[in-house]
């Protein structure tokens, strides 16, 4: 190729990068026989991009979709706002609840009454959780009323009658219309002590939330049961309170607390559930360095490549000087192929992060087939399946971020190149 020729292919291409730059580049990046171990090298950064952008895409998305659904599940049984009343008993529940609901973004207000009792069947016994509400509350609660598999809300009515988890039900080896036995250490008081309080109810409906610790652990009772069971006689525990933006509780329980005409207790559910989700971001965080040095190690794989590559060219440089290259088509002919590896890694992982994610239980269940061992346990999760919610947001930064590790592992061998003395570099040719 004549100086002229060089001259003319650089000033043809236009923009930033010539046609030139691009050939040269491209023509670096094919491997030839005995440049088979630079291409090696530029194979593995290639793959630790890939995998290092689609592993940090699927970790977080994940993590989000643990997030979102735990937080669904827990705040769409326990509310966002709990108000009590420390040191009386709350008799005056329904006037209460009548001023807390005039307050603006208070979407729903229930009287309830809890309590841990242990739930006996023929099968077993298991500790649980019993709720005392009324079923026009519990037909509101959306994450039961969507999920109940077996039985109806009129059944709810009667007083002998009880909601329990699928998940309990399993273990306790009941269905629909079985009965089960709670028993609550806090029974009558009797000259030998305090005597447990023993009832039989009848299993009226069965519902799944999809989260294996509520599943298994919550009983619904109507209102008035709960009272005499608990030998609350026309009293609550507490009021739950939803309001229509979760995230400015704050605001929401300063407004309560004017609202109430009587001393009351707010706590929301960034209180009562902070050490959980403060975890949770921890983990989350940390989870997202770790992998991040994945993409790292990847790019000085890139920086390792292309200076080998600038050696073994170092004569095809001086001959490009010497017939009119300039220093920086040089630097951008190296800038374009290393650039080039990371921008094709990003995008690939990117790609195949996204994917995975869009199916990861069809992923989940063919590794259990395949395997024949439980990939995700409800049990230990928490949940009954794995959820992955891919933040747009996030994803284009985990982008952004790639291609600038990507494309500062590359400025170094580029300008190496770029100051390659053509004397030197023919010296000993």
């Known amino acids: 190729m004549a100086k002229s020729d060089v001259e003319s292919a650089e000033v043809g291409g236009g923009g930033a990068f010539s046609r030139f730059e691009w050939m040269m ?75 807390i609901v005039r307050v603006p973004g208070v979407e729903r207000v229930a009287p309830i009454i809890d309590g841990q009792v242990m739930a006996s069947a023929p099968a077993g016994t298991s500790g649980v959780l019993v709720r005392g509400m009324r079923r026009s509350d519990l037909e509101t609660l959306d994450v039961v009323a969507d999920n109940l598999q077996n039985g109806s809300f009129e059944a709810f009515d009667a007083s002998d009658s009880v ?48 989260m294996s610790e509520y599943d298994a652990s919550f009983v619904f009772m109507p209102l008035e049961e709960a009272q005499l069971y608990f030998n609350r006689p026309g009293a609550v525990g507490a009021l739950e309170v939803m309001v229509d933006d979760p995230d400015a509780v704050g605001r929401q329980s300063i407004a309560i607390l004017e609202a109430a005409d009587r001393p009351i207790r707010v706590l929301d559910w960034q209180q009562m559930n902070s050490s959980f989700f403060n975890a949770l971001m921890v983990e989350r965080n940390v989870m997202f360095l770790i992998l991040t040095l994945i993409i790292l190690v990847a790019a000085l794989n890139i920086i390792s490549g292309l200076i080998m590559l600038v050696k073994d060219k170092g004569r095809d440089i001086a001959i490009l000087r010497t017939m009119g290259a300039s220093p920086g088509t040089i630097m951008r002919v190296f800038f374009i192929a290393g650039a080039s590896i990371g921008v094709t890694g990003t995008l690939g992982g990117t790609a195949l992060g996204i994917l995975f994610c869009e199916n990861i239980e069809t992923v989940q269940h063919f590794v259990e087939n395949v395997t024949g061992r439980t990939v995700f346990n409800p049990e230990i999760y928490f949940l009954s399946n794995l959820p992955a919610e891919i933040d747009v947001r996030e994803t284009i930064a985990v982008v952004v971020m790639a291609l600038v590790l990507s494309f500062s592992a590359t400025l170094y061998p580029s300008w190496r190149a770029a100051r390659l003395d053509p004397v030197e570099a023919l010296r000993y040719e």
């Open 25 to 99: 580049a491209l023509r670096y990046l094919r491997a030839r026989r005995k440049e088979s171990f630079i291409s090696i090298i530029s194979g593995f950064s290639f793959l630790g991009i890939t995998l290092g952008v689609a592993v940090l895409i699927i970790v977080m998305s994940v993590m989000n979709g643990f997030r979102a659904e735990l937080l669904g599940k827990i705040l769409g049984i326990n509310g966002h706002i709990i108000v009590q009343t420390p040191g009386t008993a709350m008799t005056d529940y329904d006037r209460l609840a009548d001023l």
């Open 163 to 210: 909601f329990i988890g699928r998940r309990l039900a399993e273990k306790l080896n009941v269905g629909l219309g079985s009965r089960i036995t709670l028993i609550s250490p806090s029974g009558p008081v009797t000259p030998f002590g305090t005597a447990p309080r023993m009832k039989a109810y009848k299993v009226g409906g069965i519902f799944e939330i999809g």
